[in-house]
């Protein structure tokens, strides 16, 4: 049981650790035969690398950050950008369900810690894509009301104040070392846990338990699994 100091919270980042984040599934599906097969891939690495550099600037719409992405990368592959795509792959996202095993986890953890979301979606996504985890959670953040996105410290610190707390109050627990653990481990979170979803490499130098099966999260707390 790593985790003996019963949090405060424990707080979670969404997409790509609990929502299962399907956007390359999904930019496959809308740009359909427009994509061609020999480019396809580097289209959607290159993608990935340009959301993360939108989400680092001056805060803007989520969707304005799938649309830059997009067009940029279009332009790098030379395919044609289409606005209506982006916005089609974008309105998507709400749809988008739990990995296996995450309400169930969730639901089990809950009835022990409160649970808080902090997600790069905009409000209107962020409540939506929570519904569809179907577990109690006191707070959801969105990047909209943050006015920021991870991995900006101001995110956590924004986490902070919002639940008044500080870092030793808290359990982080993300599948991205690039988007939250960097950050929440310069920011003090000494209680971290990297779910481990194969898209990422493993940062063990930032101090976080790994796991790979989230029924293994309650049990971090002493709790059995669900």
Request: with cysteine; hydrophobic share 40%.
């Amino acid at each position: 049981m790593p985790f003996e100091n019963k949090p405060k919270f424990v707080t979670f980042d969404m997409n790509g650790t609990l929502i299962k984040f399907s956007i390359n599934d999904t930019m496959r599906d809308v740009l359909g035969d427009r994509l061609p097969a020999e480019v396809a891939d580097e289209y959607l690495r290159i993608c990935k690398a340009y959301r993360i550099d939108e989400c680092t600037g001056a805060y803007q719409p989520f969707h304005q950050v799938v649309a830059r992405s997009m067009e940029r990368a279009s332009r790098s592959v030379g395919l044609e950008y289409r606005e209506d795509e982006a916005r089609a792959v974008y309105d998507r996202i709400p749809t988008w369900g739990p990995y296996p095993g995450v309400t169930e986890a969730l639901n089990r953890l809950a009835e022990e810690l409160p649970l808080v979301i902090i997600t790069n979606s905009d409000t209107d996504h962020a409540v939506r894509l929570a519904e569809n985890l179907k577990a109690p959670f006191e707070v959801v953040i969105s990047a909209e009301e943050m006015g920021v996105y991870k991995p900006r410290l101001q995110a956590f610190e924004y986490l902070f104040d919002k639940l008044g707390v500080t870092p030793d109050e808290l359990v982080h627990v993300s599948a991205s070392p690039m988007y939250d653990h960097r950050s929440a481990a310069v920011m003090g979170i000494k209680d971290k846990v990297y779910v481990d979803r194969g898209f990422e490499h493993d940062e063990h130098w930032l101090g976080y338990e790994r796991i790979t099966d989230i029924a293994d999260l309650p049990v971090l707390f002493g709790l059995p699994r669900p």
